[in-house]
């Protein structure tokens, strides 16, 4: 039987899709350092998971625990764009170094494939929609050259050493789970927190700023499909994971409000320095690869979200209560 290591199984996403790979009766193990990763993101999973508390930075470690392992779903990383603009170094350990320790554990190990998660933001600010895999990578603030870096990595080390790696580009992944009170939280999470909080969220800019906001149960399918897809259709290449739609922040906010039943307008401050104007995929080459398809759209995602918040918050309150 296939064995499965998770990296940041205690993220966001990490644990979504370590989750779904034990549901579906693999041998998981799980590697996290807990840095933004959290404890209570592994309730679900806890006693099924072959947990491993460990830091990508620490080379034997991350190579200790590709031993026995078939499959890694990379997902661990120190993300956010202003937060790489504020300490380069700190995120450049942790995604650059880090990948490359993987990937030097995984090829000592034997590991036959691995999936990484990379970032849209690699395209940047140049002109062409929707974004085609095919285009120039031209990333800005130090995070998409970071994650940038990465998915070279993974090519080098395919083309090179025979190790089967594939690259999901990520776009604007939200759901459950998200950090929401990090200053550097993704701005669905930030936003549907304000707003169930009573509190009034800033809009960066003019708010027309777009992204293919992706629900994370889309960006989970995409890397179990990426992970058993013939290695001719997939290994060595990158793949924009999304849904095909632009929406604005602005339109974002409305409907966001709508579903938190928050009745104020957005605060507006100035443009974040790094920023992304616009964001949009094309996704044929996953659906022709691998059969990626979005399973949940924009909509549906974000009621999804907003009520998982909500229910978070209800969960928060103390026994003892009265409130
Ligand atoms: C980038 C990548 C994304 C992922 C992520 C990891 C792009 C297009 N996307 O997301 O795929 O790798 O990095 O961190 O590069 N904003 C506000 N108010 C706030 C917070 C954010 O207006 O309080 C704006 C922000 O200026 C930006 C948009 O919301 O225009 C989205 O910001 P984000 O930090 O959620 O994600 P982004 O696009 O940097």
Same mark, same amino acid.
């Given at each position: 039987m296939a064995r499965y290591l998770v990296t940041g199984c205690a993220g966001f996403l990490g644990s979504w899709i370590s989750q779904a790979l034990l549901e579906r009766g693999e041998i998981v193990r799980g590697f996290d350092?807990?840095?933004?990763?959290?404890?209570?993101?592994l309730a679900e999973i806890n006693g099924r998971l072959d947990f491993v508390e460990g830091d990508l930075r620490d080379a034997d470690a991350i190579a200790r625990a590709c031993?026995?392992?078939?499959?890694?779903?990379?997902?661990?990383a120190l993300p956010s764009v202003p937060r790489s603009v504020k300490d380069p170094r700190t995120s450049h350990t942790a995604n650059v170094d880090g990948t490359f320790n993987l990937l030097e554990g995984a090829r000592a190990a034997g590991v036959k494939r691995i999936v990484y998660a990379a970032s849209?933001?690699?395209?940047?600010?140049? =002109?062409?929609? !929707?974004?085609?895999?095919t285009m120039v990578p031209m990333p800005i603030a130090p995070y998409p050259v970071q994650k940038l870096a990465g998915e070279l990595y993974m090519r080098s080390y395919w083309q090179v050493y025979g190790l089967e790696t594939v690259c999901l580009r990520y776009f604007n992944i939200f759901g459950?789970?998200?950090? =929401?009170?990090? !200053?550097?939280?993704g701005v669905m999470a930030k936003f549907a927190l304000l707003m169930l909080s009573g509190e009034q969220p800033t809009i960066f800019g003019d708010g027309e700023q777009g992204r293919d906001f992706t629900y994370v149960a889309n960006a989970v399918s995409a890397n179990l499909l990426a992970m058993e897809a013939p290695a001719e259709k997939v290994a060595g290449r990158v793949f924009n994971i999304a849904c095909g739609e632009r929406h604005t922040l602005n339109e974002t906010y409305k409907i966001l409000a709508e579903l938190a039943g928050f009745t104020q307008p957005a605060l507006y401050g100035p443009e974040r320095t790094g920023d992304i104007q616009n964001s949009l995929a094309d996704i044929t080459a996953a659906q022709d690869a691998?059969?990626?398809?979005?399973?949940?759209?924009f909509e549906e995602g974000l009621r999804r979200t907003v009520d998982w918040y909500k229910q978070q918050m209800k969960e928060a309150v103390p026994q003892n209560s009265l409130a």
């Amino acid at each position: 039987m296939a064995r499965y290591l998770v990296t940041g199984c205690a993220g966001f996403l990490g644990s979504w899709i370590s989750q779904a790979l034990l549901e579906r009766g693999e041998i998981v193990r799980g590697f996290d350092n807990f840095e933004t990763g959290l404890k209570k993101n592994l309730a679900e999973i806890n006693g099924r998971l072959d947990f491993v508390e460990g830091d990508l930075r620490d080379a034997d470690a991350i190579a200790r625990a590709c031993e026995g392992v078939d499959y890694v779903l990379h997902q661990a990383a120190l993300p956010s764009v202003p937060r790489s603009v504020k300490d380069p170094r700190t995120s450049h350990t942790a995604n650059v170094d880090g990948t490359f320790n993987l990937l030097e554990g995984a090829r000592a190990a034997g590991v036959k494939r691995i999936v990484y998660a990379a970032s849209s933001s690699a395209y940047g600010n140049q =002109p062409g929609f !929707p974004r085609k895999e095919t285009m120039v990578p031209m990333p800005i603030a130090p995070y998409p050259v970071q994650k940038l870096a990465g998915e070279l990595y993974m090519r080098s080390y395919w083309q090179v050493y025979g190790l089967e790696t594939v690259c999901l580009r990520y776009f604007n992944i939200f759901g459950p789970r998200q950090v =929401p009170d990090s !200053p550097y939280s993704g701005v669905m999470a930030k936003f549907a927190l304000l707003m169930l909080s009573g509190e009034q969220p800033t809009i960066f800019g003019d708010g027309e700023q777009g992204r293919d906001f992706t629900y994370v149960a889309n960006a989970v399918s995409a890397n179990l499909l990426a992970m058993e897809a013939p290695a001719e259709k997939v290994a060595g290449r990158v793949f924009n994971i999304a849904c095909g739609e632009r929406h604005t922040l602005n339109e974002t906010y409305k409907i966001l409000a709508e579903l938190a039943g928050f009745t104020q307008p957005a605060l507006y401050g100035p443009e974040r320095t790094g920023d992304i104007q616009n964001s949009l995929a094309d996704i044929t080459a996953a659906q022709d690869a691998f059969g990626y398809k979005p399973l949940i759209g924009f909509e549906e995602g974000l009621r999804r979200t907003v009520d998982w918040y909500k229910q978070q918050m209800k969960e928060a309150v103390p026994q003892n209560s009265l409130a």
